[in-house]
Structure formats: C-alpha cells, structure tokens
C-alpha cells in the first residue's frame, strides 16, 4: 500500500537549490585519478574540470537525468505523497534545452518550480562518475550560480515562501546566494515555522563555514553523511571524531528558538541513520541491499530527505520520517540517479 495523502496543503513545502542537469556514466577509477577526484565526494567544477562533461558524452555511455540537491529531494517528496504541488521550489537556470527537461522533470513530480531565468548563462550541469557502488560529482553551476534575492522578493515568489509552512535548502546552496538562505530563516523564524538545513558536503564546512555559521542558528533540523559530519567537526577544531558526539556538539550549537531544540540526522550509508536530540541518540537500521541490486547511489542522500520531508509535512514523528527516508533512499539507488519507478510502497 502507498502513502498517498491528499489532505497536504499546496505550497507547505519551500525549498530552494542549484537546478542542475546530471550527466552521468560508469568510468573506470583511473578516470577520477585524472582529475584528481575522490569517490562519493561532491565538488565545485575548477577550469580543469570542464573538459568532463564532453569526454563523458563523447567517450561513454552517459545519461542525462534531472538532478540538484534540493531539486531531488523535493521531486522524491512529491512521488511519495502523491499529490501535486505540495512543495515549491525556487533556483536558477538558462534559457536552455537542459532547462526545458529539469522543468518537464519537475512538473511530471508534481513540483511546483519558480526558476528564475539568466540569459546569459547555461543552465548548470554536474557530472555523476559512478565506480560500482560509489559516486564522485561534479557540479558546473553556470546559470544556478546567478540566483539573487530579488527573485524571492517578487510578490508572487514573496507570497509562496510566506505561506509555507516548512523550509529545506541546502548547504550547497551557500555558494550561491547565502543572503536568500538568511532571508528564508529569517522568515522561518518570524513564522515559528521549521527551517531545515543540509550539510551537503565536505567542501561546504572547509570553505562556507562562515555563512554556514550564520544560518546555523535557525537550523531547526540539520542533515548530513558521516563525511560531512566529520568534515564540519574538522571545521570547528572539535577533537573528536566520534559521529554521536559531533551531532551532540551540533545540535548544541546556538539556536535563536530554544523552545525548539535542533536536532541531528547523520546517515551512514547502509550503516544505521542516526537521530540525535539534545539528551537522545536513537538508531534507525538500514535495509542492505546486494550489490546486484544498487544501480547507482547518485541521490541516495536527497532521496533519504525527501522521503523524510514527505512524512513531515504531514506532521508525522520522527520515528516514521526517518522509516520513509530510508525507504526512499533503498528505492533511488535502484534506479539511475535521483530517479524512481512505479508507485511508492512506503508503509507507515
Ligand atoms: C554546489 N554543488 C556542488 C551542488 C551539487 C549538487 N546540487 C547542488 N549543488 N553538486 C552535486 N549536486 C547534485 O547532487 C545530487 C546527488 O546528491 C547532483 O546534481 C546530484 O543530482
């Protein structure tokens, strides 16, 4: 039996991300080796970078699939309630044929999506390298990289992000624009309304640590993998590398809205998701899939938000956000990239 739910009201879901095209491939190792790129990283394309993209279209079988951080979890969201236009989303693309398929994409999702649009620019790509289970990415952001603020100040987009009643962007998305992120937590907290937050990737700690800080205080719920945790604790010069007590630590960092304790949610690939509250640290087993089962773990993380997202939207606990983004995530990594097939089987 699926959760399809009708009783969600448009629109209670923001999110706002880098909407990217994923070019993806298998490659042999040597090919991460040549671009001196790490498996299961994610990383900001240099000028070194850019002959990529061609030489996985040109040398092998690459896919094009809709991809973006946010743009996933919230199109994995949306598959799981099964009703239209439930979440919003808002990020930058070009005026493109790239842009046309992520629009398509998102809208067959029944995502409501609000691009801004840059002339000038390419709608933004990123090369997924899948070696067997792992995957290796590499966003050239192009057009997402131009998103500004005067796109969620227009009065319609200003009218969506103030009837919301929940908030997810992504850590990826501070090298875009953090004073959008400051002004969608700003309003999250004017609100009372939860804004949630992903750490998204090593990079982020080591090099946006700064505007991370500064939104980290209106982090109602922060999600991130083992590497990105450990990556933020190296950050902050924590001396430990402990995953339990890296989310205590953060969870305890300083919260504008303490009636509303931050909470922790650590995925550890198929090792069990971890929820740590501020006296709590609770264990959510994860299903091991056989090798010859997983495609590829291209948006196992967005998956796993995004099935959590669509339980708590629908005001369920904890517990069972957590069920369903584990759900979510065994699905998509069946699938090529960020991708689903058939009706989702989540049972609560
Ligand atoms: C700023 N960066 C590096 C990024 C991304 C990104 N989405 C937003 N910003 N780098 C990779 N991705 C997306 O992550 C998904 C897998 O988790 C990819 O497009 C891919 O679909």
Redesign the pocket.
């Known amino acids: 039996m699926s959760t399809s739910s009708n009783n969600v009201r448009e629109g209670i879901l923001v999110g706002c991300?880098?909407p990217?095209l994923?070019i993806s491939a298998n490659v042999p190792m040597n090919f991460l080796d040549r671009y001196q790129m790490k498996e299961d990283d994610?990383?900001?394309a240099e000028d070194r970078h850019m002959p990529i993209y061609r030489e996985l279209v040109d040398g092998y079988q690459a896919e094009f699939l809709a991809?973006?951080?946010v743009q996933?979890s919230l199109r994995i969201a949306q598959w799981i309630l099964g009703q239209p236009r439930v979440a919003v989303f808002f990020g930058c693309v070009g005026e493109d044929d790239y842009a046309q398929r992520l629009k398509e994409k998102a809208a067959a999702a029944g995502l409501d999506v609000h691009y801004q649009v840059n002339r000038g620019q390419p709608t933004g790509t990123?090369a997924?390298l899948i070696t067997g289970t792992h995957r290796s990415?590499c966003?050239n952001?192009a057009a997402a990289n131009h998103f500004t603020i005067d796109h969620l100040e227009q009065p319609a987009n200003k009218a969506l992000v103030d009837n919301a009643k929940y908030y997810y962007i992504?850590g990826?998305f501070l090298?875009v624009n953090p004073p959008s992120i400051m002004h969608v937590a700003e309003t999250a907290h004017a609100k009372q309304r939860p804004f949630l937050m992903n750490l998204s990737?090593p990079f982020i700690s080591q090099f946006f640590m700064a505007p991370l800080m500064a939104a980290m205080p209106y982090v109602d719920i922060i999600f991130g993998n083992e590497a990105e945790a450990h990556a933020f604790a190296t950050g902050q010069g924590w001396p430990t590398d402990d995953l339990r007590e890296i989310g205590k630590r953060i969870v305890g960092l300083e919260k504008l809205n303490p009636s509303r304790p931050r909470i922790a949610i650590l995925t550890q690939g198929c090792d069990p998701v971890l929820l740590i509250q501020k006296d709590s640290v609770e264990e959510f087993p994860v299903t091991r899939l056989a090798v010859h089962e997983i495609v590829d773990t291209?948006?196992a993380?967005?998956a796993f938000v995004g099935g959590f997202l669509s339980q708590f939207v629908q005001g369920k606990s904890l517990d069972v956000c957590i069920r369903c983004g584990n759900y979510a995530a065994g699905h998509i990594i069946q699938n090529p990239?960020?991708t689903y097939s058939g009706s989702p089987q989540f049972v609560e």
Do not use: W, Y
């Open positions: 991300g880098n990217l994923d994610a990383i900001l991809g973006g951080s996933n990123c997924v990415l966003a952001l992504s990826f090298t990737a291209n948006g993380g967005d990239g960020c």
